[in-house]
């Protein structure tokens, strides 16, 4: 069944959650809106991803065909979209789940979409709403859900998880993408050589 896909994630000192609601194409709900609580010291940004994560492995169990996915965070919808680069290292292990989730198993990935909060009918606030905890069975770890102290933590830069996956988006872009990427990745090398180190920290 074509289903559309609503996503909402949340973080706050007493609360973080990921949740998300099937609908079908005639905006009828399949699905009460399920939440899932997020570990403290996630930030909204990674619980959107994770609610966007979560959502589509949620669809796929269920054998829903998803055509659209909509999301009221800009940023997510334009960094999987390609429109916006991703500044911030901890974000990066999510976008590449979920770009994989969303190229797995569909000839044609679902249509993202940014949609207002007041819109977004995976938000779980508000009485009248009948929300389910969900159980689930894999949170991808970032570096703020996942506290290591300096003994313990991996002597991994930021840059290698980068790396690490710049040469397969490379060989799957467009050839417009790829001059494009090749460009950056010269003016970053200079940036790296300058004198000016400040002008090469993550923003």
């Not at 703020?144 to 002597?155: E, G, L, Q, T, Y």
């Not at 840059?159 to 799957?172: A, G, Q, T, W």
Request: net charge neutral; proline share 7%.
């Amino acid at each position: 069944m074509k289903a559309i896909l609503y996503t909402d994630g949340g973080a706050s000192p007493s609360e973080s959650y990921a949740s998300w609601i099937v609908f079908n194409e005639q905006l009828e709900p399949l699905t009460p809106i399920f939440k899932v609580s997020l570990p403290q010291g996630t930030t909204s940004n990674e619980a959107e991803y994770h609610a966007i994560i979560q959502g589509i492995q949620y669809a796929q169990s269920e054998g829903y065909e998803l055509v659209e996915i909509r999301s009221d965070s800009k940023l997510i919808i334009n960094q999987l979209i390609g429109a916006w680069h991703i500044r911030m290292p901890n974000l990066l292990p999510l976008y590449n789940k979920a770009r994989r989730l969303l190229r797995a198993g569909t000839e044609a990935p679902p249509l993202l979409t940014h949609v207002d909060s007041k819109s977004n009918q995976a938000d779980p606030k508000g009485k009248s709403k009948h929300v389910q905890n969900f159980e689930a069975k894999d949170l991808s770890k970032t570096r703020a859900n996942v506290p290591m102290s300096p003994k313990d933590s991996p002597k991994i830069h930021p840059i290698d998880e980068i790396l690490k996956h710049f040469s397969e988006d490379y060989k799957n872009a467009s050839p417009e993408a790829q001059k494009e990427a090749m460009t950056l990745l010269v003016e970053a090398v200079n940036i790296l050589r300058s004198k000016d180190a400040n002008s090469a920290k993550w923003v």
